[in-house]
């Protein structure tokens, strides 16, 4: 088949346990090689393809590994590294794709011309984000970038100091999941002719939650900056409870430019011995939403955000800490500038439509509130509330008083289960535009 080839380029695929006596054969065509593949392989094959295969690699433009972890039944599941570097003649590779269930190893490769990269990796005994940090630095010609990190990053293991610069990079994303500060790697890193990024960061976190388990104010400048070219328009903040006792928490930013910054989390309580919650499931509730809306808050130029997304699927009102939730809701609305849109999905419409003293049960007084000027309002809320009159006739009052202050809704859209027909009649006086429907009850327990 080598002979048949004669001088044209070689596609190898390397798989299985392909003996060393056929990948001997190959060194006479190496200057033929313009891919190369290997498959679910171990660390200590691939060395030796490299090895054998040593000389010169023009053609080799993609370098594909998919690394296997390695299982001993005599110990501990841990790899040996490779030996310095790796496919050192491939000096004009462009795209590498590394996925490994370990350490990826980039300190041993050197491609100085390389273009693409996407990496995977899910190492077991946690990632030394250096390691990545020096290979970005390191291949300065890279313009497309694609990594997800799926493994715990200890706290700490981030090196500190400068930016490292990826001044040719259009496309950047970055995944960091399962543990640690991830964010502090994507605070290390610049695209500064990027035309598309994404950060998202995902984390479970168990009780007793750190102070800050979103980013601290530094950090998270750092990334808005460096990820978004543009001011982010939109903010979405969704909490979730999947089961309890976990809450799950998802804030993502977007700008213009398609930039997207994702902070996603579970948090699991812990249970001591009387498998007795260690902080009552309410107090884990409101740090999340504090958390949350103080990230929001930080954001260095909040102003400028147009949509503001808030899915928050559960009654706070009647709880000890809705006076609490309350003065969260109050400190952001008081944030954020003048929107285009803001939209409520499934929410205690107590906590967020601030209704007037004239209307009963509703009304705290030390709750100031100053909900923000909006040009449409949208409210889904295809659940059961259990003061269904109350929370219509809040939702009229809202528009009456937008009305009288000069700002009115320019547009409201209710969607609700047991929505009143008369809704539409209602809202009309008030408000420029309204589209009112009723929404199928999916959940009569909300």
């Given at each position: 088949m080598l002979e048949r080839a004669k001088g044209s380029s070689l596609d190898i695929?390397?798989?299985?346990?392909d003996p060393v006596g056929t990948i001997a054969l190959l060194p006479p065509r190496t200057t033929q090689i313009e891919r190369i593949h290997f498959e679910d392989r171990h660390w200590g094959e691939i060395q030796r393809f490299s090895e054998i295969n040593s000389g010169p690699l023009p053609l080799l433009h993609t370098l594909r590994i998919d690394v296997a972890g390695e299982f001993h039944m005599d110990?501990?599941?841990?790899t040996t590294p490779p030996?310095?570097?790796?496919?050192?003649?491939?000096?004009?590779?462009?795209?590498?794709m590394l996925y490994s269930e370990g350490s990826p190893f980039l300190s041993h490769f050197v491609f100085p011309n390389l273009t693409t990269l996407e990496l995977l990796v899910t190492p077991e005994e946690g990632f030394n984000a250096s390691q990545l940090l020096n290979f970005l630095e390191a291949s300065p010609m890279l313009r497309t970038v694609y990594v997800k990190v799926v493994a715990d990053i200890p706290p700490g293991s981030v090196p500190q100091g400068g930016l490292v610069v990826l001044p040719n990079v259009e496309t950047f994303?970055?995944?960091?999941?399962?543990?640690?500060?991830?964010?502090?790697?994507?605070?290390?890193?610049s695209c500064p002719s990027a035309r598309h990024t994404s950060f998202t960061h995902k984390r479970n976190v168990r009780e007793p939650i750190p102070h800050h388990f979103f980013p601290a104010p530094v950090p998270w400048n750092s990334?808005?900056?460096?990820?978004?070219?543009?001011?982010?328009?939109?903010?979405?903040?969704?909490?979730?409870?999947?089961?309890?006792?976990t809450i799950a928490c998802s804030l993502t930013f977007r700008s213009f430019d398609a930039a997207t910054i994702s902070l996603d989390f579970q948090v699991v309580p812990s249970d001591d011995e009387d498998d007795e919650l260690l902080i009552p499931y309410g107090e884990l509730h409101y740090e999340v939403f504090h958390q949350a809306s103080r990230t929001i808050r930080d954001h260095p130029l909040l102003a400028n955000v147009k949509r503001l997304y808030i899915e928050h699927k559960i009654v706070v009102f009647g709880t000890p800490q809705?006076?609490?939730?309350?003065?969260?809701?109050?400190?952001?609305?008081k944030s954020v500038g003048p929107?285009?849109?803001?939209?409520?999905?499934?929410?205690?419409?107590?906590?967020y439509l601030n209704p007037s003293p004239n209307l009963p049960g509703y009304h705290d007084p030390e709750r100031p509130m100053t909900f923000p000027p909006v040009r449409e309002l949208i409210l889904s809320h295809p659940f059961h509330t259990h003061d269904d009159q109350l929370c219509m006739a809040t939702i009229v009052d809202l528009a009456r008083s937008r009305y009288a202050l000069g700002i009115p809704f320019e547009r409201m859209s209710v969607c609700m289960a047991r929505l009143p027909t008369v809704m539409g009649e209602m809202l009309?006086?008030?408000?420029?535009?309204?589209?009112?429907?009723?929404?199928?009850?999916?959940?009569?327990?909300f």
């Open positions: 695929t390397a798989r299985h346990m110990g501990p599941n841990t030996s310095l570097p790796l496919f050192r003649n491939a000096l004009n590779l462009k795209n590498l994303s970055l995944v960091v999941s399962d543990g640690g500060p991830g964010y502090e790697i994507a605070a290390r890193i990334i808005v900056r460096q990820y978004t070219k543009s001011p982010v328009e939109e903010v979405s903040l969704e909490i979730m409870f999947p089961h309890k006792p809705f006076p609490r939730f309350s003065a969260e809701v109050g400190r952001l609305f929107l285009e849109k803001l939209i409520f999905y499934g929410c205690d419409l107590h906590l009309a006086p008030w408000v420029g535009a309204v589209e009112c429907y009723e929404e199928i009850l999916i959940d009569d327990d």
